[in-house]
Nanobody, 122 residues
Framework: QVQLVAFGGGLVQPGGSLRLSCAAS????????MGWYRQAPAKQRELVAG???????NYADSVKGRFAIPRDNAKNTVYLQMNSMKPEDTAVYYC????????????????WGQGTQVTVSS
């Protein structure tokens, strides 16, 4: 199976930037896509950004133009570059692998780890 380590969270001021990293190891060959998700208190977990093994990317409407999901295949690492951050970006951020594709959508495995806390505040 794939093992993931997400890190890079912290406190940032509104308008600032933060870069999260997700390093993968194990059965990398089985990954068809990876995604960054976030969950704020009393809210459902939501997809923030995703990237397929072929390099196609998609973003939630709330982060389009502000976030990017670059990848370094040599390091087996996916990043979440967050710019122009807003207080509503505050959440625990998770990375996950997406192993299935059903009806036009990728689905993550049911294993989320600890995530990394991102707080946007003055």
């Amino acid at each position: 199976q794939v093992q993931l380590v997400a890190f890079g969270g912290g406190l940032v001021q509104p308008g600032g930037s933060l870069r999260l990293s997700c390093a993968a190891s194990g059965s990398i060959f089985s990954i068809i896509a990876m995604g960054w998700y976030r969950q704020a208190p009393a809210k459902q977990r939501e997809l923030v950004a995703g990237i397929t093994s072929g390099g196609s990317k998609n973003y939630a409407d709330s982060v389009k133009g502000r976030f990017a999901i670059p990848r370094d295949n040599a390091k087996n690492t996916v990043y979440l570059q967050m710019n122009s951050m807003k207080p509503e970006d505050t959440a625990v951020y998770y990375c996950n692998v997406e192993l299935t594709y059903i009806s036009g959508r990728y689905y993550p495995r049911d294993s989320w780890g600890q995530g990394t806390q991102v707080t946007v505040s003055s």
